[in-house]
């Protein structure tokens, strides 16, 4: 089975629910390598190139509803245009198991959603997303230190295939995996970086380098910053950021 096949048996397997559409949790979602690559595989067989365009060049705009987030690309007058290629976090969202899964930070559909077909308990949702997380283990260094890469938002993803500079290290297997699996070559010439992504891994290089070694207040100072100076990174490294500040006020870290 291929690289789609896999993720779209995935995605069937997940239940349907009672969405309500009201386009009140559409930030640009965290997804794995293979999701952005069957979201890019959907826009580039169902949106012309002009859309695709100007979506894909589109600056990105903070989410005043949800700390850490953008507002979707694809969202329109309240209507996901890719709903059918949405991410797994989308098709996720509202299902109530997520609610007791201790996941931080987690917030919670506003609407009672309810399940309307298929299997929505935390055993499966646990199940599912092991099986996500496989598939992504296959393709490349999955969680590897220091990037953390589990999901990136749509702006991260299109800097990896883009920005000539993103091709260190565990990032040049992913932009490789992405130019394999997907061409948007003709939008290369207009793309400009646009989420500080490797000026943000760098800095995380460094604390990881010096976490052991430097005065707090300098890690403290670097930690604030790789935390609050790149929101249109999205979640990436945010929690992990807030996590280790929190050591580092109760004395866990030097």
Known sequence: MDLLSEIKSLYAALPEIGCTQCGACCVSPACTLPEFIYIMDFCLKNIDDRGLSRF???????HGGHEGNLHCIFLDSGRCLIHPGRAGACRLFGVPALDNMGIA???????????ISGRGDEAFVRQWLDRLVGLNKRLYAFNAEPYFVRGFNLECWLDVYFDPLLSIEVFSDLKNILRE???????????????GLKEKVDKISILNAMVNIAEPSVVRELLLSIRSDYPFTGTYFFEEANTLLKDLDQGGLP
Request: glycine content about 0%.
């Open 105 to 115: 930070d987690m917030v919670s559909c506003a609407h009672k959603v309810t399940v």
């Open 56 to 62: 894909l060049l589109a600056s990105p705009r903070i």
């Open 181 to 195: 699996n997907i061409d948007l070559s003709r939008f290369e010439a207009a793309y400009k970086p646009k989420t």
